[in-house]
């Protein structure tokens, strides 16, 4: 195993100094009480002895990766040091879990045209933590011809692309052209966005800004399709209190130039929360005498996306929303999806009526084949 500097347990750089965000208190009792309860869960995220071969990776590798993921953003841009040595504790939990890294060479040659061991170790390899034999492994089997095969899931291959940067692979198509494809790239009709294309479409955000800390890659005429859009559909699943794609809408919002803070949604997203500071993907948290294996698959997702969201936003002076902006405001959609009178249609026309709607079906989040799991 090699490690960069940021293994070494050097501090991340500070964000740059800015103006007060006036509700710091707030965020910062989000992602604090969000890193006390998953320092306290931490042991759900302890990988099973099978994990290379029989366990399912998206019960076992995809809570790590994602847990990874989301503290190396909060180790890097949150603006206390008090989060941000907290935040890093739990990248380096995920890193030992994967044993140097040695797990992802087991995982390579197990699966080696399989693309989750790819995009999991990429969250590492870009905080400086390698695995000499891991590398060696993807660099060969990210060579093959059958690696550049094209993918149905754009916003997956995203998500590849973004590993392949990270690791230093050359990227097996280009970047620009697969975003055009995806949900986002497309700008289809806002109403209707159902709950899997909700999330398709934050993660094509996510992956392009590589989870925030590249905001400027994001092309403007998606991210003004985005500020146009985003207070509706936040509004829409804040009534259905579906926490964990609000989180995600929020933190979306917090990465667009010039794209206002909704207080509102901020301080439901808040009240969502238990007492121990988890937030359930959906409704109510579970009770205070579930078992940790039941409260952790309610809530450890959209815990993390809230501090991840939170720290987006602590990180960034807010856009205050002037009037100008209010008159330009997208909106809301009506019951039945269809678009309001004299509203724009930046997607083109498209036909209103009960099947075209912003509510989804029951689930918000879709499991991944067994093969293609990814934080």
Same mark, same amino acid.
């Given at each position: 195993?090699?490690?960069?500097?940021?293994?070494?347990?050097?501090?991340?750089?500070?964000?740059?100094?800015?103006?007060?965000?006036?509700?710091?208190?707030?965020?910062?009792?989000?992602?604090?009480?969000?890193?006390?309860?998953?320092?306290?869960?931490?042991?759900?995220?302890?990988?099973?002895?099978?994990?290379?071969?029989?366990?399912?990776?998206?019960?076992?590798?995809?809570?790590?990766?994602?847990?990874?993921?989301?503290?190396?953003?909060?180790?890097?841009?949150?603006?206390?040091?008090?989060?941000?040595?907290?935040?890093?504790?739990?990248?380096?939990?995920?890193?030992?879990?994967?044993?140097?890294?040695?797990?992802?060479?087991?995982?390579?040659?197990?699966?080696?045209?399989?693309?989750?061991?790819?995009?999991?170790?990429?969250?590492?390899?870009?905080?400086?933590?390698?695995?000499?034999?891991?590398?060696?492994?993807?660099?060969?089997?990210?060579?093959?011809?059958?690696?550049?095969?094209?993918?149905?899931?754009?916003?997956?291959?995203?998500?590849?692309?973004?590993?392949?940067?990270?690791?230093?692979?050359?990227?097996?198509?280009?970047?620009?052209?697969?975003?055009?494809?995806?949900?986002?790239?497309?700008?289809?009709?806002?109403?209707?966005?159902?709950?899997?294309?909700?999330?398709?479409?934050?993660?094509?955000?996510?992956?392009?800004?590589?989870?925030?800390?590249?905001?400027?890659?994001?092309?403007?005429?998606?991210?003004?399709?985005?500020?146009?859009?985003?207070?509706?559909?936040?509004?829409?699943?804040?009534?259905?209190?579906?926490?964990?794609?609000?989180?995600?809408?929020?933190?979306?919002?917090?990465?667009?130039?010039?794209?206002?803070?909704?207080?509102? $949604?901020?301080?439901?997203? !808040? #009240?969502? @929360?238990?007492?121990?500071?988890?937030?359930?993907?959906? *409704?109510? &948290?579970? /009770? +205070?005498?579930?078992?940790?294996?039941?409260?952790?698959?309610?809530?450890?997702?959209?815990?993390?996306?809230?501090?991840?969201?939170?720290?987006?936003?602590?990180?960034?002076?807010?856009?205050?929303?002037?009037? $100008?902006?209010?008159?330009? !405001? #997208?909106? @809301?959609?009506?019951?039945?999806?269809?678009?309001?009178? *004299?509203? &724009?249609? /930046? +997607?083109?026309?498209?036909?209103?009526?009960?099947?075209?709607?912003?509510?989804?079906?029951?689930?918000?989040?879709?499991?991944?084949?067994?093969?293609?799991?990814?934080?």
């Amino acid at each position: 195993m090699t490690a960069g500097p940021a293994a070494q347990g050097a501090a991340p750089p500070s964000p740059p100094p800015g103006a007060a965000h006036p509700d710091a208190e707030l965020l910062d009792d989000i992602v604090a009480g969000a890193l006390r309860w998953l320092e306290a869960i931490r042991p759900c995220f302890r990988l099973p002895p099978d994990a290379a071969t029989d366990a399912d990776p998206n019960t076992t590798l995809k809570p790590l990766g994602e847990l990874a993921e989301l503290a190396h953003v909060m180790q890097t841009l949150h603006p206390l040091p008090q989060v941000r040595a907290a935040a890093a504790e739990l990248f380096a939990f995920a890193w030992k879990e994967t044993r140097g890294g040695e797990l992802f060479a087991e995982l390579v040659r197990g699966e080696p045209v399989a693309t989750y061991p790819v995009e999991l170790y990429g969250v590492f390899a870009r905080a400086g933590l390698r695995n000499p034999a891991a590398e060696e492994l993807i660099a060969a089997t990210t060579s093959l011809v059958r690696w550049r095969v094209a993918r149905e899931d754009h916003t997956r291959t995203l998500g590849v692309l973004n590993a392949e940067r990270r690791i230093g692979l050359p990227e097996h198509t280009g970047f620009d052209r697969v975003l055009a494809l995806t949900g986002l790239g497309l700008r289809p009709e806002p109403w209707a966005l159902d709950l899997k294309a909700a999330y398709g479409l934050t993660h094509d955000v996510f992956h392009t800004a590589d989870w925030g800390r590249s905001p400027g890659r994001l092309p403007a005429p998606l991210a003004d399709y985005l500020r146009l859009w985003l207070p509706a559909w936040t509004e829409t699943w804040t009534e259905e209190r579906l926490w964990d794609l609000v989180g995600e809408f929020l933190a979306v919002t917090a990465l667009l130039p010039g794209a206002p803070y909704d207080p509102a $949604a901020w301080r439901r997203l !808040a #009240a969502a @929360r238990g007492a121990d500071g988890a937030l359930p993907e959906r *409704g109510d &948290p579970p /009770p +205070g005498d579930a078992p940790d294996g039941e409260r952790f698959t309610a809530c450890y997702h959209s815990t993390l996306v809230a501090a991840f969201a939170a720290t987006l936003a602590r990180s960034r002076p807010p856009q205050p929303q002037s009037p $100008a902006q209010s008159d330009r !405001a #997208a909106p @809301r959609t009506t019951a039945h999806g269809g678009r309001p009178a *004299g509203s &724009p249609d /930046p +997607g083109g026309a498209a036909a209103e009526g009960p099947g075209n709607t912003l509510r989804g079906p029951a689930d918000p989040r879709l499991p991944l084949p067994e093969s293609e799991a990814t934080p």
